[in-house]
């Protein structure tokens, strides 16, 4: 069964970096990273086909953030730079296998338990 545990977030200013941090034992082929702020709807920030090494980048995050895995770690990153107020929320990483589509929530079925990502002016 598989098993993610996050770790790396934090408090930052703006213009600051993060990396989030996800290590998964078992197999999985698909991982994400959702965030989710205070009265809004889950939604994706970025995801990876493990195999494929095929990534998925939202738009509002393109050109600041970077996902990564090293598989010698059993690990997937989120690199976060540039941080702006809006990127403050609950991100969770998330791991399915048969997932078709990327960017879907319900696609996944193994989530980490979240860790808060806070952006100060």
């Known amino acids: 069964q598989v098993q993610l545990v996050e770790s790396g977030g934090g408090s930052v200013q703006a213009g600051g970096s993060l990396k989030l941090s996800c290590g998964v034992s078992?197999?999985?082929?698909?991982m994400a990273w959702f965030r989710q702020a205070p009265g809004k709807e889950r939604e994706v920030v970025a995801a990876?086909?493990?195999?494929?090494?095929?990534?998925y980048i939202a738009d509002s995050v393109k050109g600041r953030f970077t996902i990564s895995q090293d598989n010698s770690k059993n690990t997937m990153y989120l690199q976060m730079s540039s941080l702006r107020p809006d990127d403050t929320a609950m991100y969770y990483c998330?791991?399915?296998?048969?997932?078709?589509?990327?960017?879907?929530?319900?696609?996944?079925?193994?989530w980490g338990q979240g860790t808060q990502v806070t952006v100060s002016t």
């Open positions: 078992g197999h999985t082929r698909a």
């Open positions: 990876i086909l493990l195999q494929e090494s095929r990534t």
């Open positions: 998330a791991a399915g296998y048969y997932v078709a589509d990327l960017t879907l929530a319900s696609e996944y079925d193994v």
